[in-house]
């Protein structure tokens, strides 16, 4: 059972814009960075943003990233077919010690 | 900077399976090692790490007793090993590179390519 909350899925039309929620707890999210995963069909993982809203270099300004209390969001502007992967949020759990990720969220482009 | 996972594995319940993760393109023991899996159709869960430079470890509770990490410096791998498989092991296993930065957080990047484990009898 994923520690973070996310929704199993979302969709958009190319061009539109769409966001992704991540939901936590105080052990969580509410006391630490939150990192965003991109994930495309049959390939590992990929850092898409770092420390709450940083991008890597590379990263397009088209992807975004915010934190509020224990929730934080991923947010993808003008959006490409390319797009279409598995969004994963991922935080360090005070609590347990340990690092937890959502259960990903897969965005289809209409 | 690169990670590279030894091959897919088929096992039978009960067996064990020890999944290799070479790095290349930094300074191996700089940075924690860290094992994340990812069951057919599940999201990531988080396994353990090492500390390439001392070999320290450390597990999540979920792993502790069945799963050991270690390293070889001199050929810049680590080493994930898994006992007492079930079907609920069955998942593509990743290795991952920490980074960490000074008053900041700490993140994973880059990923290995993955290893798929089997366990079916």
């Known amino acids: 059972q994923s520690m973070l909350t996310q929704p199993p899925s979302v969709s958009a039309a190319p061009g539109q814009k769409v966001t992704i929620s991540c939901s936590g707890s105080?052990?969580?999210?509410?006391?630490?960075?939150v990192y965003w995963y991109l994930q495309l069909p049959g390939t590992a993982p990929k850092l898409l943003i770092y420390?709450?809203?940083e991008r890597p270099s590379g990263v397009p300004d088209r992807f975004s990233g915010s934190k509020s209390g224990t929730s934080a969001t991923l947010g993808i502007t003008g959006l490409q077919t390319g797009d279409e992967a598995d969004y994963f949020c991922?935080?360090?759990?005070?609590?347990?010690?340990?690092?937890?990720f959502g259960g990903g969220t897969k965005l289809t482009v209409l | 900077v690169q990670l590279v996972q030894s091959g897919a594995a088929v096992k039978k319940p009960g067996a064990s399976v020890k999944i290799s993760c070479e790095a290349s393109?930094?300074?191996?023991?700089?940075?924690?090692i860290h094992w994340v899996r990812q069951a057919p159709g599940q999201g990531l869960q988080w396994i353990g790490c090492?500390?390439?430079?001392?070999?320290?470890?450390n597990f999540a509770q979920k792993f502790q007793g069945r799963v050991t990490m270690s390293r070889d410096t001199s050929i810049t791998t680590a080493y994930m090993e898994m006992n007492r498989l079930t079907s609920d092991d069955t998942a593509v296993y990743y290795c991952?590179?920490?980074?960490?930065?000074?008053?900041?957080?700490?993140?994973?990047?880059?990923w290995g390519q993955g290893t798929l484990v089997t366990v079916s009898s």
């Open positions: 991952a590179r920490e980074v960490a930065a000074a008053a900041r957080g700490s993140w994973f990047d880059p």
């Open positions: 393109g930094y300074t191996f023991t700089a940075y924690y």
């Open positions: 090492i500390n390439p430079y001392n070999g320290a470890t």
């Open positions: 105080s052990s969580t999210i509410g006391n630490n960075y």
């Open positions: 420390d709450n809203s």
């Open positions: 991922g935080t360090w759990d005070s609590s347990l010690s340990a690092w937890v």
